[in-house]
């Protein structure tokens, strides 16, 4: 049974943390995007997907993350994401999702690597 | 040392992308059958695709072979000047390479467009005789070449897609031929309501004409139009009969020519009353003149009323049993007292004595009938029961359609009323099932044809004693026969 999705946003300065709970897949399109929507790019400089423990994401989910990734990248806004599981990491690997977005285990030393990111503070 | 680890990683990872490559195609081929819109399929299709192998740019095709039409065009990662010469590309290939269904590489796409260099890979496929499909994908974000065993994973998942797009064209031409259908099914009921109404007043009149042309040929020595008038007459209430049973049916609320008559015979009475007092010598014109007005027009919606259904049918089969007597065939009622049942005594009267005569007509000479109320806990049921020729399986699914017979029309006998194989139009069940749903009864059928006559135009002689197969009654009844049920709910404060 799929798990729907609830995230919660918080910003520290130019970086928003993105928490996002449940499975991501086609049906998180709409949840992720308008989430994506509201930070500011003037503003927010670098992001964090912060997913829980387990998440899974199937193909049409990597997709969807990939087309928000681009269009960060366009607003030249640094990604980075935590709490993969060693399978995904791998996965996100291959499909090059890592070409757009750093994968940390620790969310302290991502919001940190944000921050400095030209741009941040 | 370090080579084995190496290995074992680099079969670790070919695992978990099988894996996933699997998970995809386990996703697509639920997924993309929970659709029926076309570019909803598509956009999903692509998604999973481009998804699955890391792809940023890739279309979704679909174009109709005979009309050059674009069905379908869904892309990601071109910009809108590229979309136009990527859709321009896609039917140029489509439709030279038409009929083929093959996967093309880079090096084969070049000669469709700059915009097609950004294209990798490309499967071209057969939705079916009318339309062909084409998958274009992109690079991998990681650079790396499509393998053999990526190929084999895009045209199977091609595959899905063409399966659940030859799904949805199918629901959709079967949407619009279900809207087409009901579009010419509310015509055709404006048509035969427009006539039935229409029908009405002229054939009134003729009966009118014809009663009163006999009356005047009455005073004549010479009989011999006596014949010819009642065979008129006759005719004209079997059309008559058959108009109150299409009205019946399609009949809607419309009350305004019987409000419309009714006013101006209110307006008009008392000048009525002295024309025909003056003219005719009789008083009661104008009385005359509603009665034959709410005959033919009045509203026959009755409300419902609470009715012993025992007695009903009691009445009804004795009114009836005059109009058989010609017939030998044999009633047996069995007439229960039951608690009363809320329905209109007019279509109830309709149903009673429908079934019954229907049972008469289809009853040979020497045959029985079995006409039953009876109460179970919470209904009550008007059973029908005829030891008659019975009903084929295939014209059992369409008893109730109306003006279905179940013989040839050329098999039919005279047409008199209660005679064996009367028939009919066989709109009176169609009545009765629109009553049924009117005034929430059931009608069930159940019906075994006469073992000795099974095909549709087997005749059956019309009496037992002319029977090549069955020597006596209970043989003609054991051969086969039908059973019209109508049950009737009882509402709780009627129950025993």
């Known amino acids: ?121 | 040392m370090g080579e084995p680890t190496t290995n074992r990683g680099s079969v670790q990872e070919e695992l978990e992308k099988r894996l996933f490559h699997l998970k995809t195609l386990y996703d697509m081929s639920s997924g993309l059958f929970e659709k029926l819109e076309i570019n909803a399929i598509l956009r999903k299709f692509l998604l999973m695709t481009t998804g699955n192998f890391g792809v940023m740019e890739g279309f979704v095709f679909l174009g109709e072979v005979c009309s050059g039409e674009i069905t379908a065009f869904i892309c990601f990662g071109f910009s809108e000047d590229e979309k136009s010469l990527v859709l321009k590309g896609a039917k140029d290939l489509v439709y030279r390479c038409s009929g083929q269904e093959r996967v093309f590489e880079r090096g084969d796409l070049g000669e469709y467009g700059t915009a097609f260099h950004r294209i990798t890979i490309a499967v071209l496929f057969n939705v079916d005789d009318r339309c062909r499909g084409l998958v274009c994908l992109g690079e991998k974000i990681t650079g790396e070449r499509y393998s053999i065993e990526d190929k084999d994973l895009l045209v199977t998942l091609g595959n899905n897609l063409l399966i659940a797009v030859r799904n949805a064209r199918y629901a959709a031409q079967l949407k619009d031929a279900y809207e087409e259908v009901s579009s010419l099914n509310r015509a055709k009921d404006k048509v035969i309501h427009h006539l039935s109404h229409e029908l009405k007043t002229p054939l009134s009149l003729i009966k009118a004409s014809l009663t009163l042309l006999g009356r005047k040929l009455a005073a004549y020595p010479d009989k011999s139009w006596e014949k010819s008038l009642r065979r008129a007459l006759k005719n004209v209430d079997r059309l008559m009969a058959m108009q109150e049973e299409v009205d019946d049916i399609m009949r809607g609320k419309d009350v305004q020519v019987y409000r419309t008559l009714n006013l101006l015979l209110d307006e008009c009475s008392d000048q009525l009353a002295v024309l025909a007092e003056n003219e005719l010598g009789k008083g009661d014109v104008a009385d005359r003149i509603r009665a034959r007005i709410e005959d033919l027009f009045g509203p026959r919606d009755q409300l419902p009323e609470r009715i012993a259904l025992n007695a009903l049918v009691a009445q009804h089969l004795k009114e009836l049993r005059p109009l058989f007597a010609h017939r030998e065939v044999y009633v047996h009622p069995r007439l229960e007292p039951v608690s009363p049942v809320l329905m209109s005594p007019d279509a109830m009267g309709k149903v009673v004595r429908g079934l019954i005569r229907n049972a008469v007509e289809n009853t040979p000479e020497g045959g029985m009938i079995d006409v039953v109320v009876e109460g179970a806990q919470e209904e009550v049921a008007f059973v029908v029961r005829d030891c008659g020729v019975g009903i084929t399986k295939e014209h059992q699914k369409r008893i109730f359609e109306g003006f279905f017979p179940t013989q040839e029309t050329d098999a039919y006998c005279s047409g008199h009323p209660f005679d064996f194989n009367a028939g009919g139009k066989g709109a009176d069940l169609l009545r009765m099932k629109i009553f049924s749903e009117r005034y929430n009864f059931r009608l069930q059928m159940e019906s075994e044809r006469c073992r000795h006559i099974p095909g549709e135009n087997d005749v059956c002689p019309g009496s037992i004693a002319l029977c090549e197969h069955c020597g006596k009654g209970d043989d003609c009844a054991r051969s086969g026969g039908t059973v019209f049920k109508v049950v009737f709910p009882i509402s709780e404060a009627e129950m025993p």
């Open chain 1, 1 to 121: 049974m799929e798990k729907a999705n609830t995230v919660k946003i918080e910003e520290k300065g130019s970086v928003a943390v993105v928490g996002i709970s449940g499975d991501v897949t086609g049906r998180s399109e709409i949840t992720l995007r308008s989430s994506y929507e509201r930070l500011d790019p003037e503003k927010i400089k670098g992001i964090l997907l912060k997913f829980e423990k387990g998440t899974y994401f199937n193909s049409e989910g990597l997709k969807v993350l990939i087309l928000i990734f681009a269009e960060a990248r366009k607003r030249d806004q640094k990604i980075a994401v935590s709490g993969l599981s060693a399978h995904f990491k791998k996965i996100f690997g291959m499909v090059g999702i890592t070409k757009f977005a750093e994968i940390y285990d620790d969310e302290g030393q991502a919001v940190k690597n944000l921050e400095s990111f030209p741009g941040g503070e």
